[in-house]
Nanobody
């Protein structure tokens, strides 16, 4: 399974971006999905996750109320709507497919990882 994230870019603080993650095969339709990010000089961190049906989600505390993860009806594409962006949200954002159907925030639970997309938020 190949994953590719799209939609990154440069945005001013307070602005919005919508990231998309497309999978090469239908297998992820039965898998939980997640978004992770890694800022320069920092460890990769979980941002948001969604279960296979799209009816259960999880967020890092700093993303709650600002970010929304969703997936399309086919389950092959996952989105991350990011609103009220802050400079501290600047990072490379990557999507990943879990080994499991349920939502999970643990990177060890993710089997497939996609190439990331850079999000830069200016102050």
């Amino acid at each position: 399974v190949q994953l590719q994230a799209f939609g990154g870019g440069l945005v001013q603080a307070g602005g919005s971006l919508r990231l998309s993650c497309a999978a090469s095969r239908r297998l992820i339709s039965n898998n939980g999905m997640g978004w992770f990010r890694q800022a320069p000089g920092k460890e990769r961190e979980f941002v948001a996750g969604i279960n296979w049906r799209g009816d259960s989600t999880s967020y890092i505390d700093s993303a709650k109320g600002r970010f929304t993860i969703s997936r399309d009806r086919s389950g092959n594409t996952v989105y991350l709507q990011m609103n009220s962006l802050k400079p501290e949200d600047t990072a490379v954002y990557s999507c990943a497919a879990s080994k499991y159907a349920a939502v999970t925030s643990l990177s060890i639970d993710y089997r497939y990882w996609g190439r990331g997309t850079l999000v830069t938020v200016s102050s």
